[in-house]
């Protein structure tokens, strides 16, 4: 590694960063993952300089961003009305300002080996996991958070997905840079040393993948209550069309046809299902679907945007449950999206500019409370989120844990009601169902996704994807699901775990390093 050229180090990175794609949905190669984090590794730890380490370490997190989020193009295009180069240039300039961060673990890790005159061993296993792990949790809160294929994401069928409900994703990346570590060190380590070969790298391994799979076996939730029936809705607007008069005027009548055509205990539609505020809906709408609700003993959770003044008005799901009929304009349940994106639901100080290049309506949303309470559908509890919130495990169990210290009913059912139309039909669609599988594993309750085009799908308390929808299709989904209750260890520390395990691998490092 010392041989090339310093100007190849980063084409390589950047190369190896890039395969990062294949290691997440829809591929799932997730050993990728390992490998070409180990390649990162292997340049940190055999490069002289923390300058080289830093460049190398920015490139990667490049290559692996415009690689993963290259599907930002079309919400900007397509969909925003922004020029080509406009959207290209956006996408770049997006992935080299949070691939900096990789640059940052990488230059921080070759520092501090110089510093604490570290060896390879110690810096490999004790210094880059918890840089590599702290600045990812960092991407989860720069410009209000974009971790968007972070490591830990890759791993929700590998065997580290047992750690999930200990340390969140943010820990089951800390842990894949330390098998990263062990793979770089195995060609650190020379052929005749065999004893230090087994000890360093293959035996972290066998131990780490072993010790990952049987975690995936411990019921840290059990079973709550009684299965509830549930209806999925996935209208498939296009969404070129989806705020035109004559397509708005369809999906409201397709929505009322598809939620009254069969009771359920709960019917949801995605998110923004409904495109216009309760005061432009056609007059009796919401009262008709009352009365169905009555009339079945459904609950009805529908994707719609509230206005309360002209200049406060909000993402929100509301419940229409049976005992709604005959309160015109009163919703019994209302959740409120407060986790909204940048530039597609509010503008950030300074941007109104870059909005305003792009066409897309209802671009500046009140935020809703940080903590909001679930709503009951028989005797489950129903925790929604709206869009990329589920993004943020650390924001949902939150709410789980706040519902749990004031003495309430715990969340036993998490939702997620979507639009992510805006990305077209692309890798951003798979992801996203990834993501809320990840949320399944960190918190063992079941997920239920109700999205535009998809991916609608139910997933269950262990991460797995129990039924689901064709996407860019117009369907149903109707399952039967169990709630769980109970709290898993990431739902009673959320990242502080991972936070603590960082420091307390950094404190060893320095110690390591002292007694050389």
Same mark, same amino acid.
């Given at each position: 590694? *010392?041989?090339? *050229?310093?100007?190849?180090? =980063? ?48 490139? !990667? ?9 290259? #599907? ?30 990789? %640059? ?16 390879? &061993? ?25 971790? #968007?294929?972070?490591? %830990?994401?890759? $791993?929700?069928?590998?065997?580290? &997905? %047992? ?32 004893? *230090? ?6 035996? =972290?391994?066998?131990?780490?993948l072993t010790a990952g799979h049987l975690l995936r076996h411990v019921q840290w939730t059990e ?31 397709? !929505? ?5 055509? *069969? ?6 539609? =995605? ?9 432009q809906l056609p007059i009796g709408y919401l009262e008709h679907l009352a009365q169905f609700a ?15 003044? =002209? ?7 509301? @419940? ?96 997620? @009601?979507?639009?992510?139309? #805006? ?8 992801? $996203? ?20 085009? %998809? ?22 989904? $109707? ?9 898993t260890p990431y739902i009673r520390y959320g990242n502080l775990l991972i936070l603590a395990i ?15």
């Open positions: 590694m *010392k041989r090339l *050229k310093p100007l190849l180090l =980063p084409l390589i990175a950047v190369i190896a960063g890039a395969c990062n794609t294949f290691a997440f949905a829809p591929y799932h190669f997730w050993i990728v993952q390992i490998l070409a984090l180990a390649i990162l590794v292997s340049i940190v730890i055999r490069t002289d300089k923390a300058k080289t380490a830093f460049i190398a370490g920015w490139a !990667y997190g490049f290559g692996s961003l415009v690689s993963g989020i290259h #599907w930002l193009f079309i919400s900007m295009h397509q969909y925003g009305g922004m020029n080509a180069p406009m959207a290209v240039s956006a996408v770049i300039l997006l992935s080299l300002f949070l691939g900096i961060l990789a %640059g940052f673990a990488s230059g921080l890790t070759r520092f501090f080996m110089r510093r604490w005159n570290a060896s390879h &061993a110690v810096t490999a296993f004790f210094i880059f996991p918890p840089f590599w792990a702290i600045f990812e949790w960092v991407r989860g809160w720069i410009v209000t958070g974009l971790p #968007w294929v972070v490591t %830990g994401y890759a $791993h929700t069928s590998s065997p580290l &997905a %047992g750690y999930a409900p200990i340390v969140g994703v943010y820990g089951i990346g800390f842990i894949a840079a330390i098998l990263a570590s062990a793979i770089a060190l195995f060609f650190t380590i020379g052929r005749e040393h065999w004893i *230090k070969l087994l000890a360093a790298s293959v035996l =972290p391994i066998i131990v780490i079973p709550a209550g009684n299965p509830i029936e549930v209806r999925l809705l996935q209208g498939n607007i296009p969404q070129e069309f989806k705020f035109t008069p004559i397509q708005i005027q369809s999906a409201l009548t397709m !929505y009322a046809d598809a939620i009254t055509g *069969k009771r359920a205990d709960l019917i949801v539609t =995605p998110e923004t299902a409904i495109p216009v505020y309760t005061q009555s009339r079945s003993f459904s609950h009805i959770a529908l994707g719609i945007p509230l206005a309360d003044s =002209p200049r406060h008005y909000t993402n929100s799901l509301i @419940v229409i449950s049976p005992e709604d009929e005959g309160k015109t304009g009163q919703f019994g349940y209302r959740y409120n999206k407060h986790h909204l994106v940048p530039f597609g639901e509010f503008v950030p100080n300074g941007f109104r500019w870059f909005v305003n290049m792009m066409r897309i309506p209802l671009g500046d949303f009140t935020r809703g409370d940080p903590l909001q309470k679930p709503f009951a559908v028989k005797d489950q509890w129903i925790m929604p989120n709206i869009c990329y919130e589920d993004i943020f495990g650390e924001e949902i169990v939150d709410q789980i844990r706040n519902e749990q210290e004031i003495g309430n009913s715990q969340p036993t059912i998490l939702l997620n @009601v979507s639009n992510i139309a #805006w990305f077209g039909n692309t890798i951003a669609l798979p992801q $996203h169902l990834q993501i809320s599988q990840m949320r399944s594993l960190e918190t063992r309750r079941p997920m239920l996704r109700a999205t535009n085009t %998809g991916a609608t799908a139910v997933i269950n308390a262990q991460g797995n994807i129990q039924a689901s929808l064709t996407p860019y299709t117009r369907d149903e989904l $109707h399952v039967t699901v169990q709630g769980y209750h109970g709290a960082a420091a307390l691998f950094l404190i060893i490092g320095r110690y390591a390093s002292k007694r050389r």
